[in-house]
């Protein structure tokens, strides 16, 4: 069975600029939650999509959000870089809730200058 | 406010020792406690879990330990082995919401 896929693995934008992430969850998983990991802080809860809906939310501005699709893939976006946006992005999946067991991806580092 | 705390950023262990981790929390509602390791490049990979109704769960070499009392949880790996060196995050939930996760501890295993 393939794993949780995000693409891309490694991303460079500059401040003001928008950027767009995706992840593939395994197959028959419904439940995609996205996670913010920076060095001390571990890894920050960003959202969490299921059946194409926002079921939970975590304490991020209004400039990062997502969607879920037909298929369960689903984008995180965030608007206006700021330098404090460079992290590693991480994508995980379950089958049904995000309490059950998560499958992470590689995750996506991006890098704001 | 971090509801999941592990206060020990790095560990080193001697191979074949016991490694120890730590983990706290402040959400008495937390039902559900998880352990995470993770590779660099690579994302966390599930390790082990217990639930709020049991204070043990054991698989394999590793062992987690719940204190609700104390609101105190323990990652328990022995013997300790070179692969094990990584990133250790434990994480917990409330009435299947979403996951908290601490900062991560590193843990170094010396051969």
């Known amino acids: 069975k393939a794993g949780v896929t995000q693409t891309p693995r490694y991303l460079i934008k500059t401040r003001g600029q928008q950027v767009t992430l995706s992840c593939s969850p395994i197959?028959?998983?419904?439940?995609v939650s996205w996670y913010q990991q920076t060095p001390g802080q571990g890894l920050q809860f960003l959202f969490e999509?299921?059946?194409?809906?926002?079921?939970n939310k975590g304490n991020f501005p209004g400039r990062f959000s997502g969607r879920q699709f037909s298929n369960s893939r689903s984008e995180m976006n965030v608007s206006t870089l700021e330098l404090g946006d460079s992290a590693l992005y991480l994508c995980?999946?379950?089958?049904?809730?995000?309490?059950?067991?998560?499958?992470f991806g590689p995750g996506t580092r991006l890098l704001v200058l | 406010d971090q509801q999941v705390k592990q206060n020990s950023p790095s560990l080193s262990v001697q191979e074949g020792r016991i490694s120890i981790l730590n983990c706290d929390y402040t959400n008495s509602m937390f039902d559900y406690f998880l352990w995470y390791k993770k590779y660099p490049a690579e994302g966390p990979t599930f390790l082990i879990s217990?639930?709020?109704?049991?204070d043990k769960n054991e698989d394999g070499r590793f062992t987690v330990f719940l204190n609700k009392s104390a609101k105190h949880l323990s990652l328990h790996i022995v013997p300790s082995q070179p692969g094990d060196s990584a990133v250790y995050f434990c994480a917990a939930s409330a009435d299947g919401n979403k996951l908290v996760f601490g900062a991560g501890t590193i843990l170094r295993v010396k051969s």
């Open positions: 995980a999946s379950s089958r049904w809730t995000n309490q059950e067991t998560q499958y």
């Open positions: 217990i639930s709020s109704i049991k």
């Open positions: 197959s028959g998983h419904r439940s």
């Open positions: 999509y299921f059946s194409e809906t926002q079921r």
